[in-house]
């Protein structure tokens, strides 16, 4: 399995962002999936995760009403949107998939890790 992130970049105050993360090489929606971050200094921090089987999620309260996860098992492609951004969202964010129903932010219950994409929050 390997995961592709992507949708990064550099973004206002107050802006917004989508982040994609596509999977090949295995059956996708049998997977739990999770968005999760690095910033600068602090330690690493489960943003977002969504079940296999309902759909259900689960998302960390530093981004709850503002980040939304969601799933298009045709396209093989975990989504997470980033409204209302602030400079402590600026962080590289990582997505990872796992071989359980979940939904699930802890990193040790996943198996399989994307390499991470930057997201800068700044005027």
């Known amino acids: 399995l390997q995961l592709q992130a992507s949708g990064g970049g550099l973004v206002h105050p107050g802006g917004s962002l989508r982040l994609s993360c596509t999977a090949s090489?295995?059956?996708?929606?049998?997977?739990?999936v999770g968005w999760f971050r690095q910033a600068p200094g602090k330690g690493f921090e489960g943003v977002a995760g969504m079940a296999s089987v309902d759909l259900s999620t689960i998302y960390a309260d530093s981004v709850k009403g503002r980040f939304t996860i969601t799933r298009d098992n045709a396209k093989n492609t975990v989504y997470l949107r980033m409204n209302s951004l602030n400079s402590d969202d600026t962080a590289v964010y990582y997505c990872?998939?796992?071989?359980?129903?979940?939904?699930?932010?802890?990193?040790?219950?996943?198996?399989?890790w994307g390499q991470g994409t930057q997201v800068t929050v700044s005027s």
């Open positions: 990872a998939a796992g071989l359980f129903e979940g939904p699930s932010h802890v990193a040790g219950q996943y198996e399989y």
């Open positions: 090489g295995v059956i996708f929606d049998s997977l739990a």
